[in-house]
C-alpha cells in the first residue's frame, strides 16, 4: 500500500505538466485559428451594403436589391521575386486571400475593382516572373461567375510613371 501511493505523489507533477501543456496547446492552437480565420469573419461580418432609399429615379416597388453591389480594392502590390521576401511575401499574401474570401462570401458583391498597382514589380519582371505574378494574383481573388473582377493596371504594373 506505501509503495503505490508513492508512485502515484511521483506521477503527479508529470500529470501536471502534461495538463498545463495539453492546455497551452489548446489555447495556442485557438488563438491562431482565431488570429488566421476567423479574425476575417469577425470583422467583415460587421460590414453591411447601406440601404438605398426610394428617389425620385426609383419607384416604390424598386428596392435596395436592384442596386449595384461593388467591392473597390487599389494598391495591393503584390511582391515579386526580385525585392520580395518569402516570408513577407507569404504572411501578406495569405492575409489578402483570406479577407478577399471571406468578403465575397459575406458580403456577395455584384462586381469587384482592383484599381491599378496590383503588383511591385512590373517594370523588373522578366516574362516567367510576371507569367508566376499572374498565377498567384489568380489564385488569390478569385471569384465565382456571378462576381464580376475588373483590375486596371497601374504605374507600378507596367512600369514607373514616365518610363
Request: charged share 25%; aromatic share 12%.
Amino acid at each position: 500500500m506505501l509503495g503505490s501511493s508513492s508512485t502515484t505523489l511521483k506521477n503527479l507533477p508529470l500529470k501536471r505538466r502534461l495538463c498545463f501543456l495539453l492546455k497551452l496547446l489548446c489555447f495556442v492552437s485557438s488563438v491562431l485559428i482565431f488570429c488566421e480565420f476567423l479574425i476575417y469573419y469577425v470583422v467583415i461580418f460587421q460590414c453591411r451594403w447601406p440601404d438605398v432609399k426610394g428617389g425620385a429615379h426609383m419607384s416604390e416597388k424598386e428596392t435596395s436589391a436592384s442596386t449595384l453591389k461593388a467591392i473597390i480594392l487599389a494598391d495591393t502590390h503584390l511582391l515579386g521575386e526580385i525585392k520580395g521576401h518569402w516570408l513577407d511575401k507569404l504572411r501578406r499574401e495569405w492575409q489578402m486571400e483570406r479577407s478577399f474570401q471571406t468578403a465575397l462570401w459575406l458580403l456577395q458583391p455584384d462586381i469587384v475593382f482592383i484599381l491599378g498597382d496590383v503588383f511591385d514589380e512590373g517594370k523588373w519582371s522578366s516574362p516567367q516572373a510576371w507569367a508566376d505574378d499572374v498565377r498567384r494574383f489568380q489564385k488569390m481573388f478569385k471569384h465565382s461567375d456571378f462576381t464580376e473582377l475588373v483590375a486596371i493596371a497601374g504605374n507600378h504594373d507596367i512600369g514607373f510613371h514616365y518610363e
